[in-house]
């Protein structure tokens, strides 16, 4: 066996009456703290990152194609949909699905509400994965190319306030010049956690807004496209750019909804915060008990010097005890934490507001790449801090003055 791993373990504090003892333990807490802590910050900002990122996404599209003087206006000017254009952007590569749509302004009104929304006209092309998930009541609406359909998805933000149910009808007024109206009914009631949204937002058949529009079949507000990495959506932009017409504009998620990945984006600067915060603690409290552990074992330190022990094997000897301490705190770190990601995750214990943050609860997201670097690197710095101390003391006690403390 290794000598300085023989040394180390018969050097673990054990008699109660030993100072280093519930020093030791404090020090396993702290590191157990400091990943516990670290696992917690990164599977919380993934999963709000993740989470807030699709449902912006699952509203709209990775990237919009529209009329170039649109301004992002609900009442848009119409794109002519050719066999051209849609070949051109499928050419490209990233890009999975085309959809288009069409939104118009309009003012829903009951037997005793009244309230303005903006209703967004979908296509039988449309991919209803995401409002299929979101649903709380009824069903998705069904549409075909052949036969407009009257039947529109409501959110349960509107639905309470308009004292409406699936199944009941309302009538919408459309201004413009003349006033038009139509009755709708309500096949389905979601909720997707987005305030702003939710309470804005109604699906319906879009030929209806080609109707009120007066445009023909091949003309919609705009095109939506889904494609297959997030990440590569800028580089995907520039390409659906260079394939439009000089007409037409595109514009990436994050382009019109600037303010809510501004606020995501300041998710990594706390994260940075509290990661440098976390090593430092830990650092400081492993240094503090090897020190600690070293001055009391200081004759042990002579003694191993006077029997002939190298500077690199008594050095070896306290990190071997300050792994122990590691590995313990690392272990105690990981259950916790994942214990309650998990927990959070199946039960979400931890609601909040989502007019304030868009989620009705904590979303956790463990990623296991940043579950071993977030272990691996609290490795790695820990030794990289104490291999200074260690060798620091090994090296400068001298084994006579420290058998003469004795």
Not at 131 to 136: E, R
Not at 326 to 336: E, K, R, S, Y
Not at 382 to 396: E, G, N, Q, T, Y
Request: proline fraction near 2%; aromatic fraction near 10%; hydrophobic fraction near 45%.
């Amino acid at each position: 066996m290794n000598l300085s791993l023989s040394l180390s373990k018969k050097l673990i504090p054990k008699n109660s009456r030993r100072v280093s003892k519930p020093v030791v333990s404090i020090a396993v807490v702290s590191v157990a703290l400091g990943i516990c802590i670290l696992l917690l910050t990164f599977a919380i900002t993934t999963g709000f990152r993740n989470e807030i990122r699709n449902k912006v996404i699952g509203f709209g599209s990775h990237i919009e194609v529209a009329h170039f003087d649109n301004n992002y206006s609900y009442e848009s000017s119409p794109i002519f949909i050719n066999t051209d254009l849609i070949a051109n952007i499928e050419r490209i590569e990233g890009v999975v699905h085309i959809q288009p749509f069409t939104t118009k302004a309009g003012i829903v009104k009951t037997e005793n509400d009244v309230e303005g929304v903006v209703f967004k006209g979908i296509n039988a092309n449309y991919d209803s994965l995401f409002f299929a998930k979101k649903l709380v009541k009824g069903n998705f609406i069904m549409l075909s190319d052949s036969v407009t359909s009257n039947d529109v998805l409501i959110s349960e933000t509107l639905a309470k306030k308009l004292q409406l149910d699936v199944g009941q009808k309302f009538t919408a007024f459309f201004i413009q010049n003349p006033v038009r109206q139509r009755v709708f009914t309500i096949k389905g009631i979601y909720n997707t956690g987005l305030g702003e949204h939710d309470k804005r937002y109604i699906l319906c058949d879009m030929a209806h807004l080609q109707k009120l529009n007066d445009w023909k079949n091949d003309c919609v507000g705009g095109l939506e496209l889904l494609i297959d990495d997030f990440t590569k959506i800028d580089p995907i932009n520039e390409l659906v750019k260079d394939a439009l017409p000089y007409d037409l504009i595109s514009s990436t998620i994050i382009e019109r909804n600037r303010d809510i990945f501004d606020w995501i984006r300041l998710f990594d600067q706390n994260v940075l915060i509290l990661v440098i915060l976390v090593i430092i603690i830990s650092g400081v409290s492993l240094i503090s008990t090897q020190l600690i552990l070293s001055l009391e074992h200081i004759t042990t330190i002579g003694l191993l010097k006077a029997l002939g022990c190298t500077t690199a094997t008594i050095r070896n000897v306290f990190l071997f005890l300050s792994a122990r301490i590691l590995g313990l705190g690392i272990l105690f770190g990981n259950a916790v934490g994942l214990l309650f990601c998990f927990a959070q995750s199946r039960f979400h214990l931890i609601s909040l507001n989502p007019d304030n943050y868009y989620v009705s609860y904590v979303p956790v997201d463990v990623q296991w790449l940043q579950v071993v670097m977030i272990n691996v690197g609290a490795i790695l710095i820990s030794f990289a801090v104490l291999i200074i101390p260690a060798h620091f003391v090994a090296r400068k006690t001298s084994a006579i003055s420290a058998l003469r403390m004795d």
